[in-house]
């Protein structure tokens, strides 16, 4: 199994940018692909980026392609996403997430970080 905790939300301006971190544990963490999920408010759960440990392929949504970055920190098992021009259609929480590679469900969520653009 694998633990998520994410950190980093807050409140910002629009234009204005912020860091999410997720720290991943668990004695597999390698054996699973990394994603980044938001939930705006009244809206279902969607996925904003997605990748992998090993240095798989990296996906994004288009609604913030261009704009947000995911990476990784493999020696301290963190993922990160960096959010850049955030605009208030971004104000939602966001959630990290992991599958195993095998399997097309995400199994495991972190706890949710509140992310709040003001115009």
């Known amino acids: 199994q694998i633990q998520l905790v994410e950190s980093g939300g807050g409140l910002v301006q629009a234009g204005g940018s912020l860091r999410l971190s997720c720290a991943a544990s668990g004695r597999t963490v390698r054996n699973y692909a990394m994603g980044w999920f938001r939930q705006r408010p009244g809206n279902e759960r969607e996925r904003v980026a997605a990748?992998?440990?090993?240095?798989?392929?990296?996906t994004y949504a288009a609604s913030v392609k261009g704009r947000f970055t995911v990476s990784t920190d493999n020696a301290r098992n963190v993922l990160y996403l960096q959010m850049n021009n955030l605009q208030s259609e971004d104000t939602a929480v966001y959630y990290c997430a992991a599958r195993d590679l095998v399997m097309p469900e995400w199994d495991y969520w972190g706890q949710g970080t509140q992310v709040t653009v003001s115009s």
């Open positions: 990748t992998r440990w090993s240095g798989g392929p990296t």
